[in-house]
């Protein structure tokens, strides 16, 4: 069975940086729409960025753009999100997806079939 699992989250205070980290096991990734999204207490979860595996196209929601960096590692067949100048109002549950529908460029969680468990994000400040 596929599952995602992330990693890398924690507490910070506001200004500083933590990268997360994505990996599968029992899959390889190849040429899925891989995404970042979040969820805060109380509210719904929200994009957060995207990458296409196989091109490496990346797009970012409005809050994060310029502050947070996607990438994967092909031979690792990992998925990150470098996140600079946290503020408390990055505080979520950060979840990784993938979906089938190649090279779909898409802020929409519902064209994401797998998810990870999430990792806890804090920023304090």
């Known amino acids: 069975q596929v599952q995602l699992v992330e990693s890398g989250g924690g507490t910070v205070q506001a200004g500083n940086s933590l990268k997360l980290s994505c990996g599968a096991s029992?899959?390889?990734?190849?040429?899925?729409?891989m995404g970042w999204f979040r969820q805060a207490p109380g509210k719904e979860r929200e994009f957060v960025a995207g990458?296409?595996?196989?091109?490496?196209?990346?797009w970012y929601a409005a809050s994060v753009k310029g502050r947070f960096t996607i990438s994967r590692d092909n031979a690792k067949n990992m998925m990150y999100l470098q996140m600079n100048s946290l503020t408390p109002d990055d505080t979520a549950v950060y979840y990784c997806?993938?979906?089938?529908?190649?090279?779909?460029?898409?802020?929409?969680?519902?064209?994401?079939?797998?998810w990870g468990q999430g990792t806890q994000v804090t920023v304090s400040s």
């Open positions: 990458i296409t595996w196989y091109a490496g196209g990346t």
């Open positions: 029992g899959h390889t990734f190849d040429d899925e729409t």
């Open positions: 997806a993938a979906g089938s529908l190649s090279g779909l460029i898409t802020s929409d969680l519902n064209d994401f079939d797998l």
